[in-house]
């Protein structure tokens, strides 16, 4: 048990529809991103929060993709319109020291 | 796109064999970390060695990095069927801003430990 929350661990969605991921993370833990890992590859870096300041954003992130993480505690992943491609684990990780700690994961299958 | 590459892809080993990965990566770096995945699961961190240091030990675990090639090692002694998960080397870039970028993983080395 990491300490990172995921919720929910599984999400069937239609094309087209939107989905709300939630990430816990550490409590202690000021810095919170998130991830995107397709089958066979390693995450790879979506955004990245330091308390409620949202301070970096990857290309990978669309503006169908928007990150919050109102009180520098829980943040939520939200996918508007989503499509095939954006099937994946969503992987949240918080971080204290230079370690990062992830969660379980949400994994998303579009049909 | 990915930084670090994991070599091999693939390893099956018979259980109390040594497995060895390997991990190179492009940038300078703050740090690299290795984690532990198994299937359908979240990451799990096994080690993280600082870019002033050559050699880390926790438990069966022996890391190395060397900066001047860019890589590192990740050995796991006595292997156990548990062990059987994928690997992943994930590096920090100097360059990052104290971390904004997040870490940037290699695509993996999956690990068999034959009982």
């Known amino acids: 048990d990491t300490g990172v929350s995921q919720n929910p661990r599984h999400k069937i969605t239609k094309r087209g529809q939107n989905v709300t991921f939630r990430c816990d993370p550490i409590?202690?833990?000021?810095?919170l991103y998130w991830y995107r890992q397709t089958l066979g590859q390693g995450p790879e870096f979506l955004t990245y929060?330091?308390?409620?300041?949202?301070?970096?954003k990857s290309r990978l992130l669309s503006d169908r993709f928007s990150a919050e993480r109102p009180k520098g505690s829980f943040s939520t992943l939200e996918i508007q319109r989503t499509e095939q491609g954006d099937s994946a684990m969503y992987l949240c990780?918080?971080?204290?020291?230079?370690?990062?700690?992830f969660g379980q994961g949400t994994r998303l299958t579009v049909v | 796109s990915q930084q670090g590459e994991e070599d091999p892809q693939a390893l099956s080993i018979q259980e109390g064999e040594n497995a060895t990965m390997n991990c190179s990566y492009k940038?300078?770096?703050?740090?690299l970390q290795w984690y532990r995945q198994n299937s359908g699961r979240g990451l799990v961190h096994l080690i993280l060695?600082?870019?002033?240091?050559r050699e880390k030990h926790s438990g069966r675990l022996r890391v190395t990095l060397d900066t001047s090639k860019k890589s590192s090692s990740l050995l796991i002694t006595a292997s156990r069927a548990a062990d059987t998960a994928s690997y992943f080397c994930?590096?920090?870039?100097?360059?990052?801003?104290?971390?904004?970028?997040?870490?940037?993983f290699g695509k993996g080395t999956h690990l068999i430990i034959q009982p």
């Open positions: 990780a918080s971080s204290l020291g230079g370690r990062s700690f």
């Open positions: 409590s202690e833990h000021n810095r």
């Open positions: 929060f330091q308390n409620e300041a949202q301070l970096e």
């Open positions: 940038t300078s770096i703050n740090n």
């Open positions: 060695i600082r870019s002033n240091e």
């Open positions: 994930a590096t920090d870039a100097a360059d990052s801003g104290g971390g904004a970028d997040g870490l940037t």
